[in-house]
């Protein structure tokens, strides 16, 4: 069961990190069977920001580009289903491209990233990935160029800069560094606090389950201290702004880091909230569960 949480994870935190570049779409409908992309991001050739703080993923940002994250390894069955849909796509983007009257020279061919925490050797071997340590370094093996698709192996990644934002997406020890690296990252940095946002909604999310494994348990550990941190700084940010626009932001900003998001039935506890004084109310939304609050302000 948390493995759909990660997964969704997954697609949020790439969403967050893409969509300033361009357009994302998660999931991407693939005609046919029924079947679906985790995430297809097209660039936009108008953005003038710079890409140089996503590392390693900048350089899928001139193409269009099909992320598909495994939260374990990924099979050969899986990489086969993930190259069929990258076809089905090109076919389709093909199809549009002609209805145009764009030519082939125009035609810009969709990639493919597979992003897997491991990765056998028989796997690797039998698709042809090759590494090129020169240009890409460790870690990111590609197959034939006309399939133009790469696996990235998250837990072969060196541990760097420039990797950190795939190596979040690993398990065990390589999140954790990766976690670890992107605490120290200076509080200003955008990435930085809306990866930690996302974060938070996944330790939200696993607590709501059963029975969670070593790795689970580890993560939400790992998290908590990072939790505490937000809500300190969203208490000083919401009183600050409450000054100059009134408690109902203070009120947004602690709901919002305790519980990851924002949804319809926290918003509708906002007034009840406001009828008691700042100095009663905020001890409440740092302490209580989401149904206590539920409970007592409903």
Not at 11 to 35: M, N
Not at 52 to 79: C, H, K, M, W
Not at 229 to 244: N, V
Request: aromatic share 8%; hydrophobic share 40%; with cysteine.
């Amino acid at each position: 069961m948390t493995r759909f949480i990660h997964d969704q994870f997954a697609k949020d935190y790439l969403e967050e990190l893409l969509t300033p570049y361009g357009t994302i779409q998660a999931p991407r409908r693939v005609s046919g069977e029924v079947r679906q992309v985790d995430l297809w991001f097209s660039p936009n050739p108008e953005v003038s920001r710079s890409p140089d703080p996503l590392g390693i993923l900048a350089r899928t940002l001139n193409v269009p580009t099909v992320f598909e994250p495994y939260r374990n390894p990924v099979t050969a069955d899986e990489v086969r289903d993930c190259l069929l849909k990258l076809f089905i796509i090109e076919a389709q983007l093909r199809r549009e491209a002609k209805q145009n009257r764009q030519t082939s020279l125009n035609f810009i061919k969709p990639h493919l990233w597979i992003l897997t925490p491991t990765a056998s050797e028989n796997l690797l071997m039998g698709f042809g990935a090759t590494l090129d340590i020169e240009e890409w370094g460790e870690g990111i093996y590609h197959l034939a160029s006309q399939l133009r698709t790469c696996f990235v192996v998250i837990h072969q990644l060196p541990r760097h800069p420039e990797t950190l934002w795939l190596r979040i997406l690993g398990r065990g020890r390589v999140q954790a560094e990766a976690i670890e690296e992107l605490e120290q990252l200076p509080p200003d940095n955008p990435l930085r606090a809306s990866s930690l946002v996302l974060l938070n909604r996944l330790k939200a999310d696993l607590q709501t389950q059963e029975n969670l494994d070593w790795e689970d348990t580890e993560l939400i550990m790992r998290l908590s201290p990072l939790f505490d941190q937000q809500l300190e700084a969203a208490q000083l940010t919401g009183l600050q702004q409450g000054l100059q626009q009134g408690e109902r932001r203070v009120v947004e900003n602690l709901l919002q880091v305790r519980f990851g998001s924002l949804d319809d039935e926290l918003t509708s506890l906002i007034d009840a909230v406001l009828q008691l004084p700042a100095e009663e109310f905020t001890p409440l939304l740092m302490q209580l569960s989401r149904e206590e609050l539920l409970e007592r302000f409903r």
